[in-house]
Structures are given as structure tokens and as C-alpha cells.
């Protein structure tokens, strides 16, 4: 069993053989200030001040939605800030050292440079309002390679602000762009899918007609049927709709 007194003696006896720290005044008899040795705060010493200062103690739910909104503001600010440094340095460094930067002395990918560099150009254009720009570069990348033509729709259905999603906007965008790669067994899914609604609408038409105008348009063109009507289409009357179900009775 430990003996708490011999080790607590040890303990003091230690802390009277260690070394006291000495006063800033007597090492320093001039203030800090004006000491030649006094520099600006590094970088590694901003970014440690940023790290302490973090992580705010909250308690009430408004606190912790204001220090929240915070740092989500922050965030947009700093990959905006990362693509502008970005395409500053493809401005002013020599050909070749900009891509050895991306490849060799930066935290993330080639692709990733590329969507920071776009949202930035975006921004800084006036394409992309800073007021609804999502949090992340990958969301906001889905907005600002959007044509013109899909960013207006995307804005008037409400689509365009700072808290919508990734798949959100790819769903978005999918549904304004007609799939690519289709296989021929798709394909022929679409046609058959094509020619049975066309087929359904066609049956409907000839039962109307039979049914209200006494006319059956399967044995009646170019001639009087058992009602007397003569029925004489003509090319211009035939809308697409009829096009498409000449062509389908044409593939069977």
C-alpha cells in the first residue's frame, strides 16, 4: 500500500530543489515593446490564437446558434479566400511553378484547387451573390457551373441559397439534362413505353368518334362510311403526336 506521507514529503521536496521561474522584469528590464527582439506574431503563433479561441462556452440555444452562423460564415470566407489566392498565383507565378505548387506543396487535390479557383472567379465576378453562398466549396461549386439558363431556374425555384445541398442541386440539375449513354435496351424500353401510350390514346380517339360522331377513322378515309361522313385528312391537320404513332405502327 502506498505511504501517503513519505510521498507527499517527496513531492515538496522536489518542488523546492526545482527552479523557479524567473520574472519577465528581471529578464527583461525593457518592456516588451521596444525590445529589438520583439517581432510581429508568425503565422504558426495567428494560427494557434485561432485554435484557442474556437471553441466558445455556450449554454442557451441562441448562443450556440450565433457562435454556429459564426464559423459558417467564417468557412465560406476562408475557400473563398483560398480561390483567390489561388488564381492570383496563376496570375503572377511563372509558367509551370503555379501546377508544382498544387501538385507538391498544397493539403488537397488538383480537382479541389479547380472548384476553389471557380467559386472565387464566381463570386468576384458578380455571377454568384457572396449573401447565398453555400458553406462548402463542393456545394457551391454545383451552383457556378450551372448555365445561365439553369442558374435562373435554379434561383426561382428557391434553390440558390446557403443552406441547400449537394444533392439537392445535382438532382436538380439531372432533372433539366436528358440521361447520357443510353443503352438500346433502354432505349427500346422508351419506344415500346412510347407506342402503348400512343396506342391507348388512339383507341380512346377512335371510341369518341365512334361513339359520338358515328365515324370509325379505320375505314373511313378518302370515302363515305355507314354514317355518310366523308373524312379527308389532310398532312397539315396531322400534329406530332399523330406523327409519332404513324412511326410506331411503322416499327411493328
Known sequence: MVNVKSFMKKAAEQGKAAP??????????????????????SKADRRAADIS?????????????QEIRYHWNRSRKEF???????????????HGDFEAMIESDMPFSV??????????????????????????ESVAYQI??????????????????PDVTRRQLIDFKRSLRPPKDVTPNDRRRQLLAEYARLGARMADIRGELLRDHGIDPDHGHGRANRSGVTIDVEAEDIGPDDVGAEAGDGAS
Open 20 to 41: 523557479q521561474p524567473v520574472p519577465q522584469a528581471a529578464a527583461s528590464p525593457l518592456p516588451a515593446r521596444s525590445s529589438p527582439a520583439a517581432v510581429a506574431p
Open 53 to 65: 479561441d474556437a471553441i466558445v462556452p455556450c449554454h442557451t440555444r441562441q448562443e450556440f446558434a
Open 80 to 94: 473563398l479566400s483560398i480561390g483567390r489566392y489561388l488564381n492570383r498565383a496563376k496570375e503572377i507565378l511563372p
Open 111 to 136: 480537382e479541389t484547387a479547380f472548384r476553389f479557383r471557380a467559386v472565387a472567379e464566381a463570386v468576384d465576378t458578380g455571377r454568384l451573390s457572396l449573401d447565398v453562398l453555400p458553406g462548402a
Open 144 to 161: 457556378v457551373t450551372m448555365t445561365p439558363d439553369e442558374l435562373e431556374r435554379a434561383k426561382a425555384e428557391g434553390l440558390v441559397r
